[in-house]
């Protein structure tokens, strides 16, 4: 009776999140009427937003079929739904693959007027093979997502055992698709600059983003808190609050240490990075970032009374989502912005439009979880 009642209120949900895409969509064909460059820059850090969080989810899935433990049985359900809309995800890139000469400089025809660096980059940075690597990524993730939502189907009862080395070469895959995808796709935007964690730190990255909405949506449907952990006297919402902190950690470490590296080695491209990021009103956004994504969590998550407060998760879970979308738009949007200011409503459209719309597909999968069918070798029943 109660899991139809969530399914039914998941499902009334649906209207307003489309009526949110009409807008976003209206907006974002105002916003190409306008200024055709200007939207793409602002449906970029949107689309990788949302691409980030299937993925994200996809690499959950897999370290837990490795590790084990009861925060990955309790998380499983949200994180197959998030995995579910990655091939819409994808297709949220296409805006931005039929004019890529708008967003990125390597790809316009005036490659002469570019700095002796980056055309010595061209055998690399060329429309043809940039295609030709993210239909590679894209077929290697949609294999992944495809043969990890049938590892984990839950009534099959075949669950994670005897997979560990079908999880670990999917882990290998799957780190190669992303760093490539982060090269082509973040990096290049800024060709002259280079990082050897960049591929690293965006991995966590979504990590973050998808866990704390996959424990938002388990909160929102169960009280997580009064339900034992995975030892005695600790509350299932603490284990996966602890889990949430590491996550959380590991990306503050690897943010760290890019800076670090960069700064202590004087690197004057990768230094301008940062200088682009830190000026002109971004550096308003940096410190949003720091805030959200590393200063409340991690004063909120030393405390036990809050990872035991169903309130406080639901905060803290959006805090750190909230956080995650300040940190891409914070990494992809500045070398988008043009002279003349940074026009916001283009994101904002964006993200209404394109967010509702996945955010439409991700209740029509939560409201059913046999909707994953489409995926799997058999249906799951909820």
Excluded at 7 to 24: F, H, S, Y
Excluded at 79 to 92: D, G, I, N, Q
Excluded at 119 to 127: A, E, M, P, T, W
Excluded at 184 to 207: G, N, Q, R
Aim: with cysteine; hydrophobic share 60%; glycine share 8%.
């Amino acid at each position: 009776m109660m899991r139809a009642m969530m399914r039914l209120a998941t499902e009334r949900l649906i209207l307003p999140a489309l009526a949110v895409v009409a807008v976003g969509l209206v907006l974002c064909a105002t916003g190409l009427a306008f200024d055709f460059r200007a939207m793409l820059a602002g449906w970029l850090p949107a689309a990788l937003f949302l691409l980030g969080l299937p993925l994200g989810a996809l690499t959950i899935l897999m370290v837990h079929g490795l590790t084990g433990g009861r925060w990955g049985e309790a998380i499983r359900q949200p994180l197959r739904a998030l995995v579910a809309t990655l091939p819409l995800a994808l297709l949220l890139l296409l805006p931005v693959l039929l004019r890529l000469d708008l967003v990125f400089t390597w790809a316009s025809a005036d490659a002469a007027a570019l700095p002796e660096t980056v055309r010595q980059k061209f055998s690399y940075l060329n429309v043809p093979f940039f295609l030709l690597r993210f239909a590679a990524c894209a077929a290697i993730w949609l294999v992944l997502a495809w043969r990890v939502l049938d590892w984990t189907t839950t009534d099959s009862g075949r669950g994670s055992a005897g997979r560990g080395k079908a999880y670990a070469a999917g882990l290998i895959a799957h780190g190669l698709a992303v760093t490539i995808f982060a090269i082509d796709w973040m990096l290049s935007l800024e060709p002259e600059f280079s990082s050897t964690i960049y591929a690293l730190l965006e991995a966590s990255a979504e990590v973050v983003g998808a866990y704390a909405l996959a424990m938002t949506v388990l909160c929102v449907n169960r009280s997580i808190e009064v339900m034992a952990g995975g030892e005695e006297d600790v509350a299932l919402s603490e284990d996966l609050a602890n889990m949430l902190f590491g996550f959380v950690l590991l990306w503050t470490y690897l943010s760290f240490m890019q800076w670090l590296v960069t700064w202590g080695g004087d690197l004057p491209n990768e230094i301008r990075w940062y200088l682009i990021r830190s000026s002109n009103g971004w550096q308003y956004l940096l410190w949003l970032l720091i805030a959200l994504q590393f200063a409340v969590p991690f004063a909120g998550l030393l405390s036990r009374d809050l990872k035991r407060s169903h309130a406080g998760l639901l905060s803290i879970c959006g805090i750190v989502l909230a956080g995650h979308y300040v940190d891409v738009l914070w990494r992809i949007r500045p070398p988008l912005a043009d002279g003349n200011g940074i026009a916001f409503w283009y994101d904002l459209a964006a993200l209404a439009g394109a967010g509702g719309l996945w955010l439409a597909l991700l209740l029509f999968v939560l409201g059913r979880p046999d909707r994953i069918a489409l995926w799997c070798r058999r249906p799951v029943h909820g």
